[in-house]
Antibody, heavy 118, light 110 residues
Framework: QVQLQESGPGLVKPSGTLSLTCTVSGGSISENNWWTWVRQPPGKGLEWIGEIVHTGNTVYNPSLKSRVTMSIDKSQNHFSLKLRSVTAADTAVYYC???????????WGRGALVSVSS | QSVLTQPPSVSGAPGQRVTISCTGSKSNIGAGFNVHWYQQVPGTAPKLLIYDNINRPSGVPDRFSGSKSGTSASLAITGPQAEDEAEYYCQSYDSSLAAVFGGGTKLTVL
């Protein structure tokens, strides 16, 4: 049974770069799946950030594309998110999940709260 | 402003049928992309509830059902239970090459 776990700093300074890693266990990240990031600001709804496949190909949300970079490390069985030039509006719980061929997300990680504050 | 529109809240008693609507457009649901539903209990990650419009993952009670027509989709809960109190999100894909979510609907069981 595939499980995902987010990790990374819980506090980032404004204008800095948010960095998170999602470690996949119980399965290989090299399987023919896409791996996705979704975020949820406190008290608000879900926002899709983007996704990556084992070849390194990526698709990003157009609204975040200029600030987002995703990467994948098959040797570590994890994938990563970098979000540049963060502001308080980027404060959120960040989730990683596996994408299906028909674009539903399952399973999800437990989430990592990242706060942007000086 | 979410791409998919859901009512902010719905409520129903255990003997009733509750529905949550999800309205999109010709560039997402109306373009033929599948609709999926998630249940989120406060403080926890979303959980897949319905996938590909009508399918329930293993372990999801059959009181949950999904449907899709035109540019909209619906989640029905027949006889909601106290443990069903949660936030519900619909999700689809858009021709702009982005996954899109509804704003979420809070279910209250009376």
């Amino acid at each position: 049974q595939v499980q995902l776990q987010e990790s990374g700093p819980g506090l980032v300074k404004p204008s800095g770069t948010l960095s998170l890693t999602c470690t996949v266990s119980g399965g290989s990240i090299s399987e023919n799946n896409w791996w996705t990031w979704v975020r949820q600001p406190p008290g608000k709804g879900l926002e899709w950030i983007g996704e990556i496949v084992h070849t390194g190909n990526t698709v990003y949300n157009p609204s975040l594309k200029s600030r987002v970079t995703m990467s994948i490390d098959k040797s570590q069985n994890h994938f990563s998110l970098k979000l540049r030039s963060v502001t308080a509006a980027d404060t959120a719980v960040y989730y990683c999940a596996r994408s299906s061929p028909t674009n539903y997300f399952d399973p999800w990680g437990r989430g990592a709260l990242v706060s942007v504050s000086s | 402003q979410s791409v998919l529109t859901q009512p902010p809240s719905v409520s129903g008693a255990p003997g009733q049928r509750v529905t949550i609507s999800c309205t999109g457009s010709k560039s997402n649901i109306g373009a033929g992309f599948n609709v999926h539903w998630y249940q989120q209990v406060p403080g926890t990650a979303p959980k897949l509830l319905i996938y590909d419009n009508i399918n329930r993952p293993s372990g999801v009670p059959d009181r949950f059902s999904g449907s899709k027509s035109g540019t909209s989709a619906s989640l029905a809960i027949t006889g909601p239970q106290a443990e069903d109190e949660a936030e519900y999100y619909c999700q689809s894909y858009d021709s702009s090459l982005a996954a899109v979510f509804g704003g979420g609907t809070k279910l209250t069981v009376l």
